[in-house]
């Protein structure tokens, strides 16, 4: 090292004074030692800035999704109230995400202070009837069967349907007709049966 600085010019050492910090302990007393045989009054400057502390967040685990969609969901529900939320594994599942069971899923966490508050609003039920602007009333799909409002709106083919334009045009089409699911019984419906109430 005390070669590397002697094949140096007068500038280059002056230069390299001014970014001391970045060295090794031995490299600047090499330095040191190099400037003070040439007689150079440089100034090493050896003051690091010295890094902003961590913050370390307590995290609780309010909720574990499967699948991404959920997560992002729940996240933006507890956003739009103001509550700051963090999902965990979420980029490892989005590149592998046949894991999730395996790992617990996507985790939705939230400041300790903010668990209750968090809690209070995933855990929210479901409206069974809003004001859509300009639209009017939508009322939420009820399962005939349970009366859960935790229903999803499917779309299976019809296999009748599909076989039968199979026949006529000799061509695959897959016919699609709408239906419900009950999340909470399992119970399926087509959408245009009558729905109780």
Not at 76 to 100: K, Q, Y
Request: net charge negative; glycine share 8%.
């Amino acid at each position: 090292m005390a070669t590397y600085y002697a094949a140096m010019s007068d500038g280059e050492l002056t230069r390299l004074a001014p970014n001391a910090g970045d060295l090794t302990e031995i490299a600047v007393q090499v330095l040191s030692a190099e400037l003070q045989k040439r007689a150079l009054n440089v100034p090493l400057v050896q003051s690091v800035v010295p890094m902003k502390e961590v913050e370390q967040l307590d995290l609780v685990v309010i909720q574990q999704f499967r699948d991404l969609p959920e997560a992002l969901l729940a996240k933006g529900m507890l956003g739009s109230a103001g509550v700051e939320s963090f999902l965990l594994d979420d980029n490892l599942i989005r590149m592998e995400w046949f894991i999730s069971n395996l790992i617990g899923g996507i985790k939705l966490a939230v400041k300790a202070e903010d668990e209750e508050a968090a809690l209070e609003i995933v855990d929210q039920p479901i409206a069974d009837h809003f004001e859509i602007d300009g639209v009017g009333v939508y009322e939420q799909p009820r399962c005939p069967k349970c009366g859960s409002l935790n229903t999803q709106q499917e779309g299976t083919i019809d296999k009748g349907l599909a076989l039968a334009a199979l026949w006529l045009v000799s061509v695959p089409i897959p016919i699609k007709r709408n239906s419900c699911k009950c999340l909470t019984c399992g119970s399926e419906w087509r959408e245009d049966t009558a729905i109780a109430g």
